[in-house]
């Protein structure tokens, strides 16, 4: 019983991180400026629906594993993807495909990630993990800084249309989704059992 249920851990850490690479590539994609110019804002909007949705799954599938505190954060901050992204679709369906620039990341959700991602490159530390883990983490820390960014120049400030920070808006957003798309890939990369047992253990 315990080899079946290190089985499905791993299994579990494994399609985690799969679902955290395709919502990352989804986020990447969406928030280049010329891809959501040709798609359309509708279309733009979806991908970062579905983007969300991935987040979501990757981060349910990871709750229960230590650190708990992180993987329940990481868990609540895709659920306000969730929602911010439903209503950036919402508002983008009444002007059709007439283009923009999509959803850009909420402060909410943006905080939780960043907290998430704190306490588990902490516990990475505690812990002594090996290279790829910490290199991981930290991936995941510094993605979620830039997200933070984003969605601090995505800010409007009172009495006017324009973003804070346009820059930061794009660049946090694609930078972001890349360095969670590249930590997802390394853990998807084969392991000895012994390390892939002892991984298992940490959240992201």
């Known amino acids: 019983m315990s080899g079946e249920g290190g089985a499905w851990e791993r299994n579990r850490v494994l399609l985690s ?6 919502g990352s590539v989804c986020f990447a994609l969406a928030a280049l400026p010329s ?18 949705i991935f987040f979501t799954v990757g981060a349910g599938l990871a709750l229960g594993l230590p650190n708990r505190s992180s993987s329940v954060i990481q868990f609540v901050g895709t659920l306000f993807f969730n929602v911010s992204t439903s209503l950036a679709l919402a508002a983008a369906v009444p002007a059709g495909a007439a283009g923009g620039t999509g959803w850009r990341p909420d402060a909410y959700g943006s905080t939780c990630f960043l907290v998430s991602s704190v ?36 800010f409007e400030p009172p009495g006017t249309d324009a973003l ?23 853990g998807l990369v084969p392991r000895p059992r012994a390390r892939a047992q002892r991984a298992a253990t940490v959240s992201k």
């Open 17 to 22: 991180d799969a679902s955290f690479a395709v």
């Open 119 to 154: 306490l588990a490159v902490v516990a990475l530390a505690r812990q002594h993990a090996g290279a790829r883990d910490t290199t991981g983490g930290w991936l995941n820390l510094v993605g979620s800084v830039l997200f933070g960014f984003a969605a601090v120049g995505a």
């Open 164 to 186: 804070l920070s346009p820059f930061w808006t794009g660049v946090g957003t694609v930078g972001g989704a890349l360095c969670f798309l590249a930590a997802a890939l390394l």
């Open 35 to 52: 891809i959501a110019e040709a798609l359309g804002a509708v279309v733009t909007n979806v991908v970062f629906v579905i983007g969300s």
